[in-house]
């Protein structure tokens, strides 16, 4: 079992930034690929970025390519989002996911946190 707590959400006025943290315990991310999902109100979640946790090979959705960089923390088990010149698009409830293999698919996630909320103004 692995648990996952987001943190880092807020609020934050468009070309801001924002880094959330994703800090797992029980079992260890070395056997995951972690991920980053967001859900906008009315609309399905969708994928955002994953990265290795053994290699730190990094993928990410075309929305957020350029813009948004996943790290991890060997010492800490914990994988961040560094978001930065956000958008009011970029509104969404985000969640933290790990995943036996490299996926975009949610499905294919084990386990998931509770997310945390992100809200861009204009």
């Known amino acids: 079992q692995v648990q996952l707590v987001e943190s880092g959400g807020g609020f934050v006025q468009a070309g801001g930034s924002l880094r959330l943290s994703c800090a797992a315990s029980?079992?260890?991310?070395?056997?995951?690929?972690a991920g980053w999902f967001r859900q906008a109100p009315g609309k399905e979640r969708e994928f955002v970025a994953r990265i290795s946790w053994n290699t730190g090979s990094q993928y990410y959705a075309d929305s957020v390519k350029g813009r948004f960089t996943m790290s991890r923390d060997f010492a800490k088990n914990t994988v961040y989002l560094q978001m930065n010149s956000l958008k009011p698009e970029d509104t969404a409830v985000y969640y933290c996911a790990a995943a036996p293999l490299p996926s975009a698919r949610e499905t294919e996630y084990e386990y998931w946190g509770q997310g945390t909320q992100v809200t861009v103004s204009s």
């Open positions: 029980g079992r260890s991310f070395s056997r995951y690929f």
